[in-house]
Nanobody, 123 residues
């Protein structure tokens, strides 16, 4: 059973910074891509940033130059450093992982999600 557990959300003033973390655990054989998404009430979840196992990254245009995604493969953990935060960054942030795990003794490729963490940018 695979779990993704996020931490680091909270309330911050405009211009401030937050660092989100997401640790994957369970019967994991390997992790391919990891990423961060965000969702506003009544809107679709959108990609914020992604990172491959080789370290290649991609970002939504709205966060380029302000957010940085990184991962620690030894810890199965992905991070999102968010700087110069704006009120429009307010959302629930979810981490995701595309990974290979053991399910009933057999390798299985699948997508997993964290429970979400609230980020609120407000004065």
């Amino acid at each position: 059973q695979v779990q993704l557990v996020e931490s680091g959300g909270g309330l911050v003033q405009p211009g401030g910074s937050l660092r989100l973390s997401c640790a994957a655990s369970g019967s994991i054989l390997s992790i391919n891509a990891m990423g961060w998404y965000r969702q506003l009430p009544g809107k679709q979840r959108e990609l914020v940033a992604g990172i491959t196992s080789g370290g290649s990254t991609n970002y939504a245009d709205s966060v380029k130059g302000r957010f940085t995604i990184a991962r620690d493969n030894a810890k199965n953990t992905v991070y999102l450093q968010m700087n110069s935060l704006k009120p429009e960054d307010t959302a629930v942030y979810y981490c995701s992982a595309h990974l290979l795990s053991l399910i009933m003794g057999a390798p299985s490729l699948g997508d997993y999600w964290g429970q979400g963490t609230q980020v609120t940018v407000s004065s």
